[in-house]
């Protein structure tokens, strides 16, 4: 049974919680995080809070959540190819251009039990960051 849609805040609140437990030099994809949120269908919902924790004032390690298929632009190089390549990650070009990584040789495949999502594990701050 699908788990009810939380609020955007609390959906904020979970995907930064992920953010900040992908551990350096692995990245996790869009999709992984929706199903590790019980919302298998919302990766593009995931894709959106990523790029609002990017522009936050802590925006924690959004670099290394990249789309399902291992894109992580469509061409040339930017800052989310840098930061992943500063930790070690190999960034490749695919046939049309596009930079991508190796999900199976980087990826991290956390279960949903490994990471805490409830709003008891954070800070003042963390709390007022999703609202």
């Known amino acids: 049974m699908a788990r009810k849609h939380p609020s955007a805040?609390?959906?904020n609140l979970?995907?930064?919680q992920?953010?900040?437990a992908i551990?350096?030099?692995k990245v996790i994809t869009c999709g992984q995080i929706a199903k590790l949120?019980?919302?298998p269908?919302?990766?593009r919902r995931v894709r959106e809070s990523v790029n609002f924790i990017a522009h936050t004032s802590?925006?924690?390690a959004w670099h290394r959540v990249i789309?399902?298929?291992g894109v992580i632009s469509v061409h040339g190089p930017n800052a989310q190819q840098q930061l992943l390549e500063a930790e070690g990650i190999e960034v490749t070009v695919g046939i049309v251009g596009e930079s991508r990584v190796d999900v199976e040789k980087w990826g991290w495949f956390p279960e949903a039990n490994d990471i805490r999502f409830d709003a008891e594990t954070l800070s003042d701050d963390e709390q007022e960051w999703g609202a």
């Open 37 to 39: 949120l019980s919302l």
């Open 18 to 20: 992920i953010v900040k």
């Open 14 to 16: 979970a995907v930064y």
């Open 23 to 25: 551990p350096p030099r």
């Open 67 to 69: 789309a399902t298929s």
């Open 9 to 11: 805040q609390d959906f």
């Open 41 to 43: 269908s919302q990766a």
């Open 58 to 60: 802590a925006p924690g």
